[in-house]
């Protein structure tokens, strides 16, 4: 608990415009630090202000440019240790390499435990993150870790569409969990598409299991990257009878040939958080602020309260 300590804000150059958000959800300015390049690439992060004894964090979604943008994060943390903040917090709203989270196959890497190590390593004392892709990512982390649901969010918005009749969909196994508690809040069926993945941009959707036809549905997912096994629920619903198609992701990725598909796909509207930044985005998607999310687990974490209060508000 830091309550008696100066909060500081700040970002890396990710998603600048949520880090502006949540500051002003919370009626703080952003923290002056500069993240630039030397000419040949490497990071150079500059904090233009006080930083000694400060509980600091440092809002940085590892994604778009994962690398670059998990590599400006630790630089950052490393500038703020050796300016003797007293606490730093790596604020994920996406926390990308996460899909690799076990060894599924002989000499592959698990690499959102890498990750765990490289922000641990690098001095961070807490870690805020959203929608994890898999919950367990939280044991990685031998410091506290915070993990947030952006559910409440987009529940909230999804009960003031005025879609009736809806089923909420899961587009694989892995999304079960989520897409239960979707159904429980709104009080609909659930319904769960059999996905297999033929390789990272292609997925195989087999069979639906549970009754969609002559429903409107929502499919929810934590990721959309490619598009692709989202597109391909989208289809076999179609097939199975359903009648509008919606779906409710957290992270929008959005890589490779995601925006095409999406447009050409049988999806009416689509609706993504604000959890990693994009320029534009194509007419079929609508964007959901976490920001004020964000910004009271930030401030309750500040003053040492429970965040958990926050799951289901
Ligand atoms: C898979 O386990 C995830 O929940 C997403 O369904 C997946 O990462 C989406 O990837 P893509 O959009 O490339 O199919």
Do not use: W
């Not at 898999?134 to 993990?147: E, K, L, S």
């Not at 998607?285 to 309750?300: P, Q, T, Y």
């Amino acid at each position: 608990m830091l309550r008696d300590t100066d909060l500081i804000l700040c970002c890396g150059n990710s998603n600048r415009k949520l880090a502006q958000s949540i500051a002003d959800a919370i009626s703080l300015p952003l923290g002056d630090v500069e993240v630039t390049r030397f000419s040949e690439g490497e990071i150079l992060a500059k904090i233009n202000c006080d930083a000694r004894n400060r509980d600091v964090f440092i809002v940085q979604p590892t994604c778009p440019n994962p690398n670059e943008s998990l590599m400006e994060l630790l630089i950052m943390i490393d500038a703020f240790k050796r300016a003797s903040a007293a606490r730093i917090t790596a604020v994920l709203p996406y926390y990308a390499y996460a899909r690799q989270d076990r060894k599924d196959q002989g000499r592959v890497p698990i690499t959102a435990k890498l990750v765990a190590n490289l922000i641990t390593t690098s001095g961070a004392n807490r870690v805020l993150a959203m929608d994890l892709h898999a919950t367990q990512i939280q044991g990685f982390f031998d410091i506290p870790m915070d993990h947030l649901y952006s559910a409440p969010v987009v529940i909230r918005f999804l009960k003031n569409t005025g879609i009736q009749d809806m089923v909420v969909v899961s587009p694989d196994a892995g999304s079960i969990r989520m897409a239960r508690a979707f159904s429980e809040k709104l009080g609909t069926d659930l319904a769960i598409v059999d996905k297999r993945r033929i390789d990272g941009a292609t997925a195989k959707a087999l069979t639906v299991i549970g009754n969609v036809s002559g429903k409107n549905v929502m499919i929810v997912d934590d990721i959309i990257a490619t598009g692709g096994s989202l597109v391909e629920a989208a289809s076999i619903l179609k097939r199975n009878g359903a009648n509008q198609i919606y779906a409710a992701v957290t992270h929008g990725v959005l890589s490779g040939p995601a925006v095409e598909r999406i447009q050409k796909s049988e999806i009416q509207e689509m609706f993504v958080t604000d959890s990693i930044y994009h320029e534009t985005y194509p007419s079929k998607i609508k964007v959901l602020s976490v920001a004020e999310l964000l910004g009271d687990a930030i401030m309750r974490i500040h003053e040492g309260k429970s965040v958990s209060m926050l799951f289901n508000s």
